[in-house]
T-cell receptor, first 113, second 113 residues
Framework: DQQVKQNSPSLSVQEGRISILNCDYT??????FLWYKKYPAEGPTFLIS???IKDKNEDGRFTVFLNKSAKHLSLHIVPSQPGDSAVYFC????????????WGLGTSLAVNP | DSGVTQTPKHLITATGQRVTLRCSPR?????VYWYQQSLDQGLQFLIH???????AKGNILERFSAQQFPDLHSELNLSSLELGDSALYFC????????????FGAGSRLTVL
């Protein structure tokens, strides 16, 4: 049972345009959400996070939006650059004893020059 | 270099064999996490140690075991290997016990023939 779902296995965008990666979750107890980026032959690296008390968090070209009622979050990358080409994982955790991170399957983003 | 060191990077072995994967966490981090990533699968949490003690178990098979030593390095032991155990095994570390932002190593790729 996939509690964190990234329904698009892959996404291709042109350099300079916006990349939007989506993530849905089913567990209403999740209260913290993260995005990690993974290049080939490397481990995932933390990108950006958002707490459930917020609906938006921005860090440079990266913005994460959270819609709690829809149990949906998205990562926006503007403008997209070829170096952003990687696999992006969405992860979620709950409070207290539910702090174990639950991961999506990832979306492979290709930014074309 | 993330600061988390995993050895070996690649390992090829036969079914029924036993292997040990090693992880040295980032300096100052007390928590070590082990994850498995199989083909077309997301990151599956295996086990979490904090300062030498097991804190959480995920989908870890009984054939697998782990420990964290006093110097905080960790080992993941995989025994009676099956073809389906072929995967990337990631180690991650964090400062605290309930952290969501993890620092990952580059992974150990295990191939079981």
């Amino acid at each position: 049972d996939q509690q964190v779902k990234q329904n698009s296995p892959s996404l291709s965008v042109q350099e300079g345009r916006i990349s939007i990666l989506n993530c849905d979750y089913t567990n209403s107890m999740f209260d913290y959400f993260l995005w990690y980026k993974k290049y080939p032959a490397e481990g995932p690296t933390f990108l950006i996070s958002i707490s459930s008390i917020k609906d938006k968090n921005e860090d440079g070209r990266f913005t994460v939006f959270l819609n709690k009622s829809a149990k949906h979050l998205s990562l926006h990358i503007v403008p997209s650059q070829p170096g952003d080409s990687a696999v992006y994982f969405c992860a979620a955790s709950g409070a207290g004893n539910n702090r174990k991170l639950i991961w999506g399957l990832g979306t492979s983003l290709a930014v074309n020059p | 270099d993330s600061g988390v060191t995993q050895t070996p990077k690649h390992l090829i072995t036969a079914t029924g064999q036993r292997v040990t994967l090693r992880c040295s966490p980032r300096s100052g981090d007390l928590s070590v996490y082990w994850y498995q990533q199989s083909l077309d699968q997301g990151l599956q949490f295996l086990i979490h140690y904090y300062n030498g003690e097991e804190r959480a178990k995920g989908n870890i098979l009984e054939r697998f075991s782990a420990q964290q030593f006093p110097d905080l390095h960790s080992e993941l032991n995989l025994s009676s290997l099956e073809l389906g155990d072929s995967a990337l095994y990631f180690c991650a570390s964090s400062v605290g016990a309930g952290a969501n932002v993890l620092t990952f190593g580059a992974g150990s790729r295990l191939t079981v023939l």
